[in-house]
């Protein structure tokens, strides 16, 4: 076993992907909560169904969102429309399967960060965060803003950003303590972190001014992180701003 692979399972409490064993999918499920039809456990499956998902990325790119029909997807995919009926549903069903992989590629890409980082300084393992997230919705704005229109928000917020890596953060966190004046309220601090990792990295890849350079924006949120790492202990600090006039 690699030191990542221990680092991964023993610090962070998540199971390292074996490059030997092929992952089974997840179940997704559409709008309607139906899951997929057919759950793809073969090889060709499994192809199939990516390229349904990645047929509605160059439909998108190309021809923009109001061209995205189950048969154009199924066309450019180059399968049957039966076949795409056979893993979906309706088309919102096609679209909680992009999100869920999105989400899925997110996580592993922080996860992996924090393995990489899991010795460095807080600034580093901050930047290498941001780095991660902004890179990774920077490359295809079109697509992200399409997610948010598209998949509903989950009102429990259980898939939203903070709460899935709160565990993770919690124990990275918890290893700097003595870098930082955290109290007794680490818990606190990690849900502001992981909120603010996740609003100003999606500020800076998809939502900036024109005159900000998207490495001007990580260094800002990054600077705005810290600073918050930095400060008084997060009860005195809500005290203060709570205070009356």
Do not use: C
């Amino acid at each position: 076993m690699t030191i990542n692979r221990i680092l991964a399972e023993g610090i962070l409490g998540i199971e390292a992907a074996d490059p030997r064993r092929e992952a089974e999918p997840p179940t997704r499920k559409g709008r309607s909560g139906r899951a997929i039809r057919r759950r793809p456990t073969q090889l060709r499956a499994r192809q199939t169904v990516e390229a349904i998902l990645d047929a509605v990325l160059r439909v998108l790119k190309r021809e923009g969102a109001g061209a995205i029909t189950t048969n154009r997807i199924a066309e450019v995919a180059g399968v049957s429309i039966g076949s795409l009926y056979q893993y979906f549903p309706d088309k919102q069903a096609i679209f909680a399967a992009l999100h869920a992989r999105h989400l899925e590629q997110i996580d592993r890409t922080i996860q992996t960060a924090l393995i990489e980082h899991a010795t460095s300084l807080i600034e580093d393992l901050i930047r290498a965060l941001i780095d991660a997230m902004v890179d990774a919705h920077s490359t295809s704005p079109e697509f992200h803003e399409f997610l948010s229109t598209q998949v509903p928000h989950r009102k429990d917020g259980s898939l939203d950003f903070a709460p899935r890596l709160h565990g993770a953060f919690l124990i990275a966190f918890s290893a700097r303590a003595n870098e930082l004046r955290f109290g007794e309220d680490l818990d606190a601090v990690v849900f502001d972190v992981g909120h603010m990792i996740d609003a100003l990295s999606h500020g800076a890849a998809l939502r900036r001014p024109a005159n900000l350079s998207l490495e001007s924006a990580k260094a800002e949120a990054v600077s705005a992180i810290l600073a918050y790492l930095r400060s008084a202990e997060p009860a005195a600090r809500y005290a203060s701003i709570l205070k009356p006039w």
